[in-house]
């Protein structure tokens, strides 16, 4: 009795120990659902699962604009499309020009410029993404609420992208997109953005395209002594 009584009590904890593991991937690794046609020519058919190591692999490292921009989107494709599955063919978006949110962008939307489905926009105010079902025209903003990012992150950023930060710095700076990145992975996405819907927006694609890339500018920095 005492030997089946052990067995269960290891499986029992084997079983808690393999949900919680199943529950942090989810939260650490969160995924989206998309639907894409099935091939060159083909039908809209294929659904597929991207999650955020996909975005990361594309966007060449994981950092808290891109989770963001993951978040983000996961949140306000609810909105457009109530069955949770984002299509891939009939949809567009508008970024503001950070590295991080235009790779996600176009990553999980299939969005591209060359396409008119996606274009970046500075001036997007009180939000970072605009998104929007092409054949219904059901346009969405999407931000963060007030508060939820340290704002010391954005000062040292514009200190960084004008060169002036130190190496030691720098370092403090990842460690806070980290902790934020942290953060916004395990809390609830509904406490950390807003989605609004658009009822009159007009798709204007702007042509400049010499942003600058700021998550290069500080490559060559020699490390923090």
């Not at 306000?76 to 949809?91: A, E, S």
Request: hydrophobic share 35%; with cysteine; glycine share 6%.
């Amino acid at each position: 009795m005492k030997t089946i009584f052990a067995i269960l009590t290891v499986l029992l904890l084997g079983s808690c120990e393999t949900k919680i593991k199943e529950t942090l991937n989810q939260s650490t690794n969160p995924e989206i659902t998309v639907i894409d046609t099935d091939f060159s020519k083909g039908r809209l058919t294929l659904k597929q699962t991207i999650n955020l190591k996909d975005v990361e692999r594309f966007h060449g490292h994981l950092c808290d604009g891109l989770v963001q921009g993951f978040l983000g989107i996961k949140v306000g494709l609810h909105v457009l499309y109530p069955n949770g599955i984002l299509d891939r063919t009939n949809t567009r978006i508008v970024s503001k020009s950070s590295p991080c949110l235009t790779d996600a962008a176009i990553y999980l939307t299939g969005a591209r410029y060359q396409y008119n489905t996606f274009y970046v926009d500075d001036s997007l105010k009180d939000g970072f993404y605009i998104m929007q079902s092409i054949d219904q025209h059901k346009t969405v903003k999407i931000q963060l609420k007030p508060d939820v990012k340290p704002p010391e992150i954005d000062l040292l950023g514009a200190q960084a992208i004008k060169g002036t930060l130190s190496a030691c710095d720098l370092d403090k700076l990842k460690s806070l997109e980290d902790q934020f990145a942290d953060y916004l992975l395990t809390s609830d996405p509904e406490t950390n953005f807003t989605v609004t819907e658009l009822t009159y927006f007009k798709w204007l694609p702007l042509e400049k395209h010499n942003y600058t890339k700021t998550d290069i500018l500080n490559k060559n920095i020699t490390t923090c002594k």
